[in-house]
């Protein structure tokens, strides 16, 4: 039972220093398969285009930042927007595809390739989208961080900037076109009440000299010149039906007096307050150039090593892959060896058999005969 029970493993032992002997024998196919595969991966990064990354971070502005896009906001509105929100305009814009077109379009595309066939564009359009990297902080979700890889470190650096500075441009025209149609509609709506209350106030005069004529010819009907003495009464409740009793001259001294007036204007309660109001938004500037909707958090940095292709990596890759190639093919050239081995050991020892099977067949005659 133990010869038996020891059988196995010292099969396995000598399966396994077999193993080892076919390896070691192989050993030249073994080196010239890695040698073959990592010189192939060496030749791949050495030629590969080297690709270098320019990176840099985007926060909110400060509210120093957006002072004089708020004057406006605040004179028309009086809720000027903050910080934040003028940012999530810039960031919206930064991840729209418009803004990546457009830098494509104007910037990208001309300095890459002067062919401008669909195909040619749809590819480069892909390669620039990947080369464009945004991701947010998960500690600070204000924070943008952005990257762009390309053959040139400074091209990188200077197209990421451009981009940025590309997007801010386009939030600033839209914050300042809003914030024109807010001016401009509260700027309207201000003439609009100013150009009624004279319309209005015309109005009123007019239906006041009627009413005047009215009562003066009540009172020269009734002979009455003076107001008459009441005691106890003052003239101020003297209106409507008995406006009259105001007397004739205190009446024609009053339409006199309204219909050389020049204008109604200084009589117009709240009048001046709106034309206040228009006079100022009428001095509303707004300019890019006066606010900023982000900052950026530090210069842009360049890496001076290439991001890709890592060629020690690379390197390292091949030279593991040609190892296990090699000793693939040479188990595989091992396992044929030794079986084309086993067959002739048989086809062999198979003739061997044969011959002497015939050699007796061919002797028992002689041995009969001779007996």
Not at 26 to 43: E, H, K, P
Not at 100 to 117: E, G, N, V
Not at 159 to 176: D, F, M, N, T, V
């Amino acid at each position: 039972m133990k010869e038996m029970n020891a059988a196995p493993a010292g099969t396995d032992e000598i399966d396994l220093v077999e193993l080892a002997r076919a390896l070691w024998g192989q050993r030249w196919v073994i080196a010239l398969c890695t040698a073959v595969v990592t010189s192939v991966a060496g030749l791949y990064a050495l030629f590969s285009p080297s690709v270098y990354e320019a990176s840099v971070s985007v926060v909110p502005p400060t509210l120093s930042q957006v002072a004089e896009l708020n004057k406006g906001l605040k004179a028309s509105l009086n809720s000027p927007a903050d910080a934040e929100k003028i940012y999530q305009t810039f960031t919206r814009r930064l991840a729209s595809d418009e803004l990546k077109q457009d830098f494509f379009d104007r910037i990208y595309l001309p300095k890459i390739a002067s062919d401008t066939h669909d195909d040619i564009r749809l590819s480069l359009y892909r390669k620039f989208s990947k080369s464009l990297s945004m991701k947010t902080d998960k500690n600070q979700p204000q924070r943008y961080y952005l990257s762009f890889s390309d053959g040139d470190v400074q091209r990188a650096s200077r197209w990421l900037e451009q981009y940025i500075e590309l997007s801010g441009k386009y939030a600033k025209e839209e914050l300042i076109a809003d914030a024109r149609q807010v001016i401009e509609g509260r700027k309207s709506l201000l003439r609009s009440q100013i150009v009624v209350m004279k319309r209005t106030a015309e109005v009123r005069r007019a239906d006041r000299l009627m009413q005047l004529q009215e009562a003066l010819s009540v009172a020269e009907a009734v002979g009455i010149v003076e107001p008459p003495a009441i005691s106890g009464a003052t003239t101020a409740p003297l209106q409507g039906d008995l406006m009259y009793m105001r007397g004739s001259r205190a009446l024609n001294a009053e339409m006199e007096t309204l219909q050389a007036r020049a204008s109604d204007e200084p009589f117009i309660d709240e009048l001046r307050v709106l034309e206040e109001e228009l006079s100022v938004l009428d001095e509303v500037r707004l300019n890019e150039d006066d606010f900023s909707v982000f900052r950026f958090d530090g210069a842009v940095k360049a890496l001076p090593d290439a991001v890709s292709p890592k060629r020690g990596m690379i390197l390292a890759l091949g030279l593991v892959l040609g190892g296990m190639l090699g000793v693939f093919i040479a188990l595989l050239r091992s396992l044929w060896i030794k079986r084309s081995e086993t067959c002739s050991t048989e086809v062999a020892s198979a003739g061997s058999s044969e011959s002497r099977a015939c050699f007796v067949s061919d002797r028992a005659p002689c041995r009969r005969a001779t007996g």
